[in-house]
């Protein structure tokens, strides 16, 4: 089941999520960064709030409807840093996590999704 986007905007523009993403980033510097970042490159800290708040509204959705299963998908997550510690956060909670393994994160990937509804929906006679 996915969140609709009203449900998504009403949880964005709070408060709450606001100190999710600030209590993130107190405290962060480089050092902090290195454990995660294998190419020693400075990540800006926002991909920490980022991951953490995915995991929370994660925990808020599996309360709210029993699930317990992630798909991490589009084009943000071709930033290795933050699938790396997403996917980290979510496993740590419970959750079970899908990732893209043989079709591509980004636009290259939608496009095969929609090829396959499209074959799908051909051979049932529905289009």
Same mark, same amino acid.
């Given at each position: 089941m996915f969140v609709n986007c009203v449900e998504?905007?009403?949880?964005? *523009? +709070? *408060? !709450? /999520? =606001? %100190?999710?993403? @600030? +209590?993130n980033l107190d405290g962060y510097?480089? =050092?902090n960064n290195r454990a995660g970042n294998? +190419?020693?490159? #400075?990540l800006?800290? /926002? $991909?920490?709030? /980022?991951?953490?708040?995915i995991a929370v509204f994660a925990v808020r959705i %599996?309360? @709210? %409807?029993q699930l317990d299963r992630v798909v991490l998908s589009g084009g943000v997550f071709q930033n290795m840093f933050l699938l790396r $510690? =997403?996917? #980290?956060?979510? !496993? +740590?909670t419970g959750f079970k996590v899908f990732t893209h393994? %043989? /079709?591509? =994160?980004?636009?290259?990937?939608?496009s095969f999704g929609q090829a396959v509804i499209a074959n799908a929906r051909l051979k049932r006679g529905r289009m």
């Open positions: 998504l905007q009403a949880m964005l *523009p +709070s *408060p !709450k /999520v =606001t %100190r999710i993403l @600030e +209590s510097t480089s =050092t294998c +190419s020693g490159h #400075r800006p800290p /926002v $991909h920490l709030g /980022v991951a953490h708040l %599996r309360d @709210e %409807r $510690h =997403t996917c #980290r956060l979510l !496993k +740590s393994g %043989r /079709v591509p =994160t980004n636009d290259a990937g939608i």
